[in-house]
């Protein structure tokens, strides 16, 4: 069964084609499974946005279109956190591993050290919670916290600029199951808070929809 789940996984990925998901070459499951997938010679968002903070906002936006092409083909990424936004070799924010984490090896995911970040309260109140695209809208929003506290001043260690800093996995899901929010940045504006607030609602149902967040992360990136 997990192989078949695989397969369809990989189907689904080859099928892709959009500046902002990550292409995938091909693939082999006899042994080991592996992927040959486009190579992203600018690493991770995060280690751009050290290097160059004021994108941001396009890095962003460039992410938001990719998951929105996603949506839009019925596919829920559900693990927007973080390795899985990367800045491919034309310096275009994009995403990748979707849908196929638990089939890729550990250690590809060595700097994620506390998913919990990133998981909508949902996912965290019933672990069986099937995820969806209004959970992606929440690790989304949490990218953009963690994107901010990036770019801050004085948060030079990993755990630093997570988006709930240094506390630990049981802190988070404590405090998300509650419905709380981590504390504004202190370079988040509040007219970019609010979108935040907006795409991480305690509700799933109130999160706003990809398309509305591409439209506000356009009209940020613009401003």
Same mark, same amino acid.
């Given at each position: 069964?997990?192989?078949?789940?695989?397969?369809?996984?990989?189907?689904?990925?080859?099928?892709?084609?959009?500046?902002?998901?990550?292409?995938?070459?091909?693939?082999?499951?006899?042994?080991?499974?592996?992927?040959?997938?486009?190579?992203?010679?600018?690493?991770?968002?995060?280690?751009?946005?050290?290097?160059?903070?004021?994108?941001?906002?396009?890095?962003? @936006?460039?992410? $938001?279109?990719?998951?929105?092409? *996603?949506?839009? %083909?019925? !596919?829920?990424?559900?693990?927007?956190? #973080?390795?899985?936004?990367?800045?491919?070799?034309?310096?275009?924010?994009?995403?990748?591993?979707?849908?196929?984490?638990?089939?890729?090896?550990?250690?590809?995911?060595?700097?994620?050290?506390?998913?919990?970040?990133?998981?909508?309260?949902?996912?965290?109140?019933?672990?069986?919670?099937? @995820?969806?695209? $209004?959970?992606?809208?929440?690790? *989304?929003?949490? %990218?953009? !916290?963690?994107?901010?506290?990036?770019? #801050?001043?004085?948060?030079?260690?990993?755990?630093?600029?997570?988006?709930?800093?240094?506390?630990?996995?049981?802190?988070?899901?404590?405090?998300?199951?509650?419905?709380?929010?981590?504390?504004?940045?202190?370079?988040?504006?509040?007219?970019?808070?609010?979108?935040?607030?907006?795409?991480?609602?305690?509700?799933?149902?109130?999160?706003?929809?990809?398309?509305?967040?591409?439209?506000?992360?356009?009209?940020?990136?613009?401003?």
């Amino acid at each position: 069964e997990a192989m078949a789940t695989l397969l369809r996984e990989v189907n689904i990925w080859f099928g892709f084609s959009h500046p902002h998901v990550i292409r995938l070459f091909g693939a082999c499951h006899v042994g080991r499974p592996f992927f040959v997938c486009e190579y992203a010679t600018n690493g991770t968002l995060v280690s751009y946005l050290r290097k160059h903070p004021n994108e941001l906002w396009f890095k962003m @936006l460039e992410a $938001a279109l990719g998951v929105q092409y *996603l949506h839009a %083909r019925g !596919v829920v990424h559900g693990e927007l956190q #973080g390795n899985n936004i990367v800045i491919g070799s034309n310096k275009k924010a994009k995403v990748t591993d979707f849908g196929l984490s638990s089939f890729v090896d550990d250690d590809c995911h060595s700097e994620i050290s506390a998913a919990s970040h990133w998981v909508a309260p949902e996912a965290l109140v019933n672990e069986d919670s099937r @995820l969806t695209f $209004a959970s992606d809208i929440y690790s *989304l929003g949490m %990218r953009i !916290v963690e994107a901010l506290r990036v770019v #801050g001043p004085g948060e030079d260690s990993f755990r630093g600029c997570l988006p709930w800093g240094a506390l630990d996995n049981i802190a988070v899901k404590n405090h998300v199951r509650r419905g709380k929010l981590p504390f504004q940045p202190w370079n988040c504006t509040d007219e970019q808070w609010q979108l935040v607030r907006r795409m991480c609602a305690f509700e799933s149902k109130e999160r706003i929809k990809v398309a509305t967040v591409v439209d506000s992360l356009a009209r940020l990136a613009n401003s």
